[in-house]
């Protein structure tokens, strides 16, 4: 799918799909700005941010020593694509890991058990605290990413009952109810993880309408704030040096790349995907000193469309940021809507 193809798919899809794109401060691309949808791990920036500024402040040690069997009480297989796996090859399965490696972790290769763990140790009320302190109001709370996807699951083994109705039973759960059991159930894998047994028993109820009630409560927000979000991380004036130091590294692998280097000044970005949503927020200067901010968000996807759209994903990205001609086109394309 080219860029321009992308675009038009997101014109057809209207209902469920926002983007924003600036340029130098010139607002290209506002569709559906406002419109709340599912962040997916673009989430997760909040989190990286939550981590530096308490990492600046001295509350927690980046060096401090973690144990793979501590981050293995999160981790699940098949529930992030094979990001956590990826990570401890990456990394040669060390043990321990540093928590700076921890965080490296959730961001360069998305893992959702280092995610949560870091959810754990920073304070999920602290994170929370994190989008208003950076001046988002519409943004939905965070809460732990893996054990959400278990409450079926544990339903199903705390109340004796089949998946069908453990599902009925999550369907009809509050999401205020929903958040506080995915925190229960966090606490309680810390406590006592759970067995390799329950574990694959766990993997086998993940079925379609389980990753769907997922998916739909994912914490949600929208492209206003996140291109706002974007800017504050380009512009390296909101949040102090300190911060910036342990927090560029986790946002800006990008920067490792000798090719980047040769255009760009720094970028970063994250994305997100489940099989029905599609997401990213990114952030560029580059040598001539143009600023570009992104963000998309996309949900309620056809498993073909989600896999073309995550394929075509680089291709768009890197035309926003490089083609004047695909920035027109964007304009006119939305101007039009």
């Given at each position: ?11 057809k899809?209207k ?5 924003k ?5 010139e ?5 559906q700005?406002?419109?709340m ?13 939550a ?12 060096n401090e020593k973690?144990s ?7 981790f ?11 990570w ?11 928590l ?20 754990h140790?920073?304070?999920?009320e ?29 339903l199903?083994?705390e ?18 109810e ?12 810390l ?11 766990l993997v086998?109820?993940l079925?379609m309408d ?7 409560r994912l914490?949600?927000?929208?492209a ?7 800017k ?5 004036t909101?949040?102090s ?10 946002l ?6 000798p ?7 720094h ?10 949503v599609?997401?990213?927020s990114?952030y560029?200067?580059d040598l ?6 992104a963000?998309?968000f ?18 768009f990205q890197?035309?926003?940021?490089k ?15």
């Amino acid at each position: 799918m080219s860029p321009k193809a992308f675009v038009e798919f997101i014109k057809k899809n209207k209902e469920y799909t926002a983007v924003k794109i600036v340029r130098n401060d010139e607002t290209v691309v506002s569709y559906q700005e406002e419109k709340m949808l599912p962040l997916a791990s673009t989430a997760k920036m909040i989190i990286a941010v939550a981590y530096a500024k308490q990492a600046a402040a001295g509350e927690i040690d980046p060096n401090e020593k973690i144990s793979l069997s501590t981050l293995n009480s999160f981790f699940i297989r098949k529930t992030d694509g094979g990001a956590h796996e990826a990570w401890l090859s990456e990394i040669n399965n060390q043990d321990p890991v540093t928590l700076a490696q921890v965080a490296e972790g959730m961001m360069h290769y998305s893992s959702n058990a280092n995610t949560d763990y870091l959810l754990h140790r920073l304070g999920l009320e602290r994170v929370n605290e994190v989008p208003a302190e950076i001046g988002i109001a519409d943004h939905e709370d965070i809460y732990p990413f893996v054990p959400a996807l278990a409450i079926p699951y544990i339903l199903m083994e705390e109340q004796n009952i089949t998946l069908t109705g453990a599902i009925a039973k999550v369907r009809d759960m509050p999401l205020e109810e929903y958040r506080e059991k995915a925190v229960e159930i966090m606490n309680q894998w810390l406590e006592k993880p759970l067995p390799k047994d329950k574990k694959l028993m766990l993997v086998k109820s993940l079925i379609m309408d389980v990753q769907k009630i997922w998916s739909d409560r994912l914490p949600r927000s929208n492209a206003k704030s996140y291109a706002d979000f974007m800017k504050k991380l380009n512009d390296k004036t909101f949040f102090s040096q300190e911060v910036h130091e342990h927090l560029d590294p986790l946002l800006e692998p990008l920067m490792s790349s000798p090719e980047n280097q040769t255009w760009l000044k720094h970028a970063g970005k994250k994305g997100g995907s489940t099989a029905m949503v599609l997401t990213f927020s990114m952030y560029a200067t580059d040598l001539e000193g143009n600023r570009t901010e992104a963000a998309f968000f996309t949900d309620q996807l056809m498993l073909l469309d989600q896999v073309r759209l995550s394929k075509s994903l680089n291709e768009f990205q890197k035309a926003i940021l490089k083609d004047e001609n695909f920035r027109r086109y964007c304009q006119d394309a939305f101007r039009q809507d």
